[in-house]
């Protein structure tokens, strides 16, 4: 038997603690909870190789903005590990916790 809490960085705010299923190629699907919250999780095996992504030009307003006023801010990136999912934090310098979005490539 494998603790799969050990396959993944300690910091990620994960516990896993149900394996449901594995495939013949190593994915592991099971529940798990992050942030105190209960969520399914899937596993996928690492080969060792990883190219990070290239990130592109980040748009957002330059002049300052009253708060509370809705922004659109944008970063396009490329990544040849096709596989890989993507976590985009954004840090806006008003003490509040970090903004998050995660996100798979577009495969064209």
């Known amino acids: 038997m494998v ?4 396959l993944i960085p300690a910091n990620s ?4 603690y149900a394996a449901y299923g594995i495939s013949d190629n190593g994915l592991i699907v099971g529940q798990g909870l992050i942030n105190g919250q209960q969520h399914a999780f899937l596993l ?5 190789n990883n190219t990070p992504p290239a990130v592109g030009a980040i748009t957002a307003p330059i002049d300052p903005v009253l708060v509370n ?16 999912i993507h ?3 954004w840090e806006w310098g008003d003490g509040l916790p970090l903004s998050e979005l995660s996100m798979k490539a577009a495969i064209p």
Request: aromatic share 10%; glycine share 10%; net charge negative.
């Open 44 to 48: 996928v095996p690492f080969d060792g």
């Open 3 to 6: 603790n799969l809490n050990a």
């Open 87 to 89: 976590t985009a934090t």
């Open 13 to 16: 705010g994960w516990e896993l």
């Open 69 to 84: 006023t809705e922004i659109s801010a944008s970063a396009g990136f490329t990544d040849p590990d096709a596989k890989d």
